[in-house]
């Protein structure tokens, strides 16, 4: 119907541009041919009333053709805007489905050994999955909610590890109507735990701040990781991350990542 539709448009526009040009072509022809002048000056000796009815009708044609440039614009925007729309999430069902993988075979191995451990990891993947697929939908979501369900990470993660794990979690929000693209942070967080935590045996560490102004958030991260481990897929959540931020804060963010002495460090900072 869509395709009909501008089909038929997109006749009538080639139709209405064909006529323009005929009909001054036939009064210069008609002219020049039939009444033996050497120059013409349009409409030229024509009743007033038909060079108001051309005028008139050229004037129509401008308008429509402005105003169909208007409307192909607008459904361009439109168009790029889905596009972009589609885009993030897609990418943000791309995230936590190496965690939630693995945290379930956790489950299934502690199964029979320690019951009311499992009910608590059930009971945070529950509130982790269910975050995940209502409020990950979502073209923006409060800033409170991303650090629940960050909270609800970090403590999952620290529930299902037989060793002991530095981390810190501190923030500073003076804003709390603040909102962000859903499952933005925890790209970061989950790369600490994944690269960093479960390569190590000891002294692994996580540390993580956040600051949220009136219009500004600052969001930085550090962990420790064996650098003996080569992880070949260790860029594609940091390529998703800086993908994400293209499209959701263009010219509205700043993102920095480093490696040294087995440290990884990341600055993010969002303006809304």
């Known amino acids: 119907m869509i395709s009909t539709f501008s089909y038929n448009r997109w006749g009538i526009l080639k139709f209405l541009i064909g006529l323009s040009i005929l009909i001054p072509l036939s009064i210069v022809t008609y002219q020049i041919l039939f009444l033996g002048k050497n120059s013409v000056v349009f409409l030229e000796g024509y009743p007033t009333a038909f060079s108001i009815g051309v005028l008139c009708y050229y004037g129509l044609i401008l308008l429509w053709a402005v105003i169909w440039l208007v409307i192909q614009l607008k459904e361009l925007i439109i168009l790029k805007n889905e596009k972009k729309v589609n885009e993030l999430l897609h990418l943000q069902n791309q995230v936590n489905p190496h965690f939630f993988f693995n945290m379930l075979n956790n489950l299934y191995g502690m199964v029979g050994k320690d019951t009311d451990k499992v009910k608590g990891l059930i ?107 080569l992880e070949e897929n260790h860029g594609i959540g940091l390529q998703n991350l800086k993908r994400r931020l293209e499209l959701a804060y263009p010219q509205r963010h700043k993102f920095s990542s480093s490696k040294e002495d087995a440290i990884f460090k990341a600055k993010l900072q969002l303006k809304q």
């Open 123 to 229: 009971l945070k993947l529950s509130e982790l999955m269910r975050y995940s697929i209502y409020e990950g939908e979502k073209h923006r979501v409060k800033l409170t909610e991303e650090l629940t369900y960050l909270e609800n990470f970090i403590a999952l993660n620290q529930m299902r590890y037989h060793k002991k794990v530095d981390i810190q979690f501190d923030v500073e929000v003076k804003n709390e109507n603040l909102k962000v693209i859903p499952l933005l942070f925890i790209i970061l967080v989950e790369n600490a735990f994944k690269h960093g935590v479960e390569k190590l045996r000891e002294d692994a560490f996580v540390h993580i701040n956040l600051k949220a102004s009136d219009n500004i958030i600052d969001f930085e991260i550090s962990n420790n990781f064996d650098a003996t481990e």
